[in-house]
């Protein structure tokens, strides 16, 4: 059974940083490229960020360049993201996703405010 | 960046009646469109992909056209269970854009 869990998000303060996990099994986790999908509380789906198999290459939304960062580890089956200079707009669920092979993790919530 | 103009916002549709959602690519995407259907609280689950392929175990109620700027989802019959929010999702070119999303409800 293929699993996506997301660990890592919380409260945090504008300006501050976080580090998101997520741990996938039950695929062979190197052969597929990752993404991070964020969806705001009432809001639509935005694509975040996506790392290739091997992590050689990387792409972001605008709004998120010079501030996140994706990375993986294939040895441990991880995909990450770096959060950093953290901005209210920034709050938002964030999943873990495959979406080559429409692999979803749950979501974790990360609220930024003071 | 590709942007995806999805219509309508909402609709309010009755069990049996056939329903039409639009996306429209701002550059020509080829096929390399997928439509999704989220409910609350859960993550979204794909639909349709490269534009008019069923993904397996989706109901044949559900279909997909177009090509390259316009893109349209159908349900051919509604359902209870497809009270949903839909989405489609270019993956065309970088960054990946969502449309706006589409909320059916009961009417």
């Known amino acids: 059974e293929v699993q996506l869990v997301e660990s890592g998000g919380g409260l945090v303060q504008p300006g501050g940083s976080l580090r998101l996990s997520c741990a996938a099994s039950?695929?062979?986790?190197?052969?597929?490229?990752m993404n991070w999908v964020r969806q705001a509380p009432g809001k639509g789906l935005e694509w975040v960020a996506k790392?290739?198999?091997?992590?050689?290459?990387?792409y972001y939304v605008d709004s998120v360049k010079g501030r996140f960062t994706i990375s993986r580890d294939n040895a441990k089956n991880s995909l990450y993201l770096q959060m950093n200079s953290l901005r209210a707009e920034d709050t938002a669920v964030y999943y873990c996703a495959g979406l080559h092979n429409d692999y979803w993790g749950q979501g974790t919530l990360v609220t930024v405010s003071s | 960046d590709i942007q995806m103009t999805q219509s309508p916002s909402s609709l309010s549709a009755s069990v049996g009646d056939r329903v039409t959602i639009t996306c429209r690519a701002s550059?020509?995407?080829?096929?390399?469109l997928r439509w999704y259907q989220q409910k609350p609280g859960k993550a979204p689950k794909r639909l349709i992909y490269a534009a008019s392929s069923l993904q397996s175990g989706v109901p044949s109620r559900f279909s997909g056209s177009g090509s390259g700027t316009e893109f349209t989802l159908t349900i051919s019959s509604l359902q209870p269970e497809d009270f949903a929010t839909y989405y489609c999702?270019?993956?065309?070119?970088?960054?990946?854009?969502f449309g706006q999303g589409t909320k059916v409800e009961i009417k």
């Open positions: 999702l270019q993956h065309n070119s970088y960054p990946r854009t």
């Open positions: 790392i290739k198999q091997d992590g050689s290459e990387k």
């Open positions: 550059q020509g995407i080829r096929n390399d």
């Open positions: 039950g695929f062979t986790f190197s052969s597929y490229g």
